[in-house]
């Protein structure tokens, strides 16, 4: 069982950047393939990025990758999306998901432990 807590969202301009956090309760944290997962209003859930259980793979999404990077420590814990160049249309609640392969298609339908969620809100 993982329980997981997202942190860190809140209102920006356009342009500007915020890091968001996810602190992981459980001693199997280590094991799990962690991702970062979006919903806009009216929108289905989009992944956004995802991290190997070691860090050593990362992938994101065509919309994020350039501006996003996602980390993880393990010794905390701890998964963080860093958002830099943001756009009002990444807008959305930001949750936090783990599941133990990091190989496979990443779609939320495919995770096993989610978070409640923290919002961005970017402004034009």
């Known amino acids: 069982q993982v329980q997981l807590v997202e942190s860190g969202g809140g209102l920006v301009q356009a342009g500007g950047s915020l890091r968001l956090s996810c602190a992981a309760s459980?001693?199997?944290?280590?094991?799990?393939?962690m991702g970062w997962f979006r919903q806009a209003p009216g929108k289905e859930r989009e992944f956004v990025a995802a991290?190997?259980?070691?860090?050593?793979?990362?992938y994101y999404a065509d919309s994020v990758k350039g501006r996003f990077t996602i980390s993880r420590d393990n010794a905390k814990n701890m998964v963080y999306l860093q958002m830099n160049s943001l756009e009002p249309e990444d807008t959305a609640v930001y949750y936090c998901?783990?599941?133990?392969?990091?190989?496979?298609?990443?779609?939320?339908?495919?995770?096993?432990?989610w978070g409640k969620g923290t919002l961005v809100t970017v402004s034009s």
């Open positions: 998901a783990a599941r133990s392969l990091y190989s496979g298609r990443w779609h939320s339908s495919a995770m096993n432990y």
């Open positions: 459980g001693r199997t944290f280590s094991t799990y393939a």
């Open positions: 991290i190997s259980w070691n860090g050593g793979g990362s």
